[in-house]
């Protein structure tokens, strides 16, 4: 099957610093990438949608310039967490669509973000 | 504003038996709808989907159901095993499939 992969699983931080996590499609490429964050006990929540090649999509509510998203290539996106602050602390996953593959979307296994 | 919900938190089915999960959603205008299973620390994984056009699909121990006049979609699994144990999150699209809509998911446990 597809394989999404995110990388770092886990990462913890001090307030104030940027944290950058990887999503990759490991056997498939990905014209849209998407991301969304959860809340313990809560819904996935889509943050933005990344098109390869072009800028992303944001939902609203979601600030584009503390969460930067580049989808440079076909395979690779990534979230940054700019100048983030314990309230950014939440499981962020990424997920990908094949090219051609519209009705449905592969998961990465999440990151774990803890901002001290 | 939840267009997709699944009330009931929590499952408890003994082995064997069928589980039964449950999903609403609001917007009529939803197309097409997925169940996707999760275990913890890992990302949801698709197990399957319905399109309107459709009120059934089957696949192994999986059914779903869709009843679109009461805006309604159920997951049946029969028999249930330990292994099915995880949150189950029911998610729903427009039929651009540019954004898919998820349920707080329901976590299952079945007993042995």
């Known amino acids: 099957g597809a394989v999404v992969s995110q990388h770092p699983s886990r990462v913890i931080c001090k307030s104030g610093t940027s944290v950058k996590i990887e999503c990759r499609s490991l056997?498939?490429?990905?014209?849209?990438m998407f991301w969304y964050r959860q809340f313990p006990k809560q819904s996935l929540m889509l943050m933005a949608t990344?098109?390869?090649?072009?800028?992303?999509?944001?939902e609203q509510g979601v600030e584009k310039d503390k969460f930067l998203i580049n989808h440079a290539s076909l395979t690779l996106s990534t979230l940054t967490v700019t100048s983030a602050h314990p309230e950014d602390s939440s499981f962020y996953i990424c997920?990908?669509?094949?090219?051609?593959?519209?009705?449905?979307?592969?998961f990465g296994p999440g990151t774990r973000l803890t901002v001290l | 504003d939840q267009q997709v919900k699944q009330n009931s938190p929590s499952l408890s089915v003994q082995e064997g038996r069928i589980s039964i999960l449950n999903c609403d959603y609001t917007n009529s205008m939803f197309d097409y709808f997925l169940w996707y299973k999760k275990y913890p620390a890992e990302g949801p994984t698709f197990l399957i989907s319905i399109s309107s056009i459709k009120d059934k699909n089957e696949d192994g121990r999986f059914t779903v159901f869709l009843n679109k006049s009461a805006k309604h979609l159920s997951l049946h699994i029969v028999p249930s095993q330990p292994g099915d144990s995880a949150v189950y999150f029911c998610?729903?699209?427009?039929?651009?499939?540019?954004?898919?809509?998820f349920g707080s998911g329901t976590k299952l446990n079945v007993k042995p």
């Open positions: 998610a729903a699209s427009e039929y651009n499939f540019n954004k898919f809509y």
């Open positions: 997920s990908a669509r094949p090219a051609g593959g519209a009705d449905t979307q592969y």
């Open positions: 990344s098109n390869e090649g072009s800028k992303a999509t944001y």
């Open positions: 056997d498939f490429q990905a014209t849209t």
